[in-house]
């Protein structure tokens, strides 16, 4: 069975402690992800784990009431344990979210 590990490079606007903050809790309230890193001067949080990452932008959106842009998907394949496999779906294209909710209504 092949499991789906993905790496997702967002753009945030925290612009103070106060939007860190609420950025920092609605990633720690995600069960999916096994890392974050937040880059409070460049403005981008890079998070890994097991997800889809569409629903991880959507749901922090909504929990931090941000803008919410991705900028760089990787998704790699786990097969039993052994060697990693690199498939990059997404690289340096603008995702806005704001712009595609329409999208995803009619997708589900």
């Known amino acids: 069975m092949t499991e789906r590990f993905c790496c997702m490079v967002m753009r945030i606007n925290i612009d103070c402690n106060g939007c860190y903050r609420k950025v920092r809790r609605a990633l720690l309230e995600t069960q999916e992800l096994d890392t974050h890193l937040i880059e409070m001067k460049q403005s981008k ?46 690289i340096s294209s603008s995702w806005n979210l704001e712009s595609n909710q329409n999208l995803f209504a009619t997708c589900t």
């Open 45 to 90: 949080v890079s998070v890994c784990g097991k997800f889809k990452p569409q629903e991880i932008a959507i749901r922090i959106r909504k929990k931090t009431n941000r803008r919410v842009e991705i900028l760089e998907i990787q998704e790699f394949s786990i097969n039993n344990g052994q060697s990693h496999e690199e498939k990059p779906l997404m």
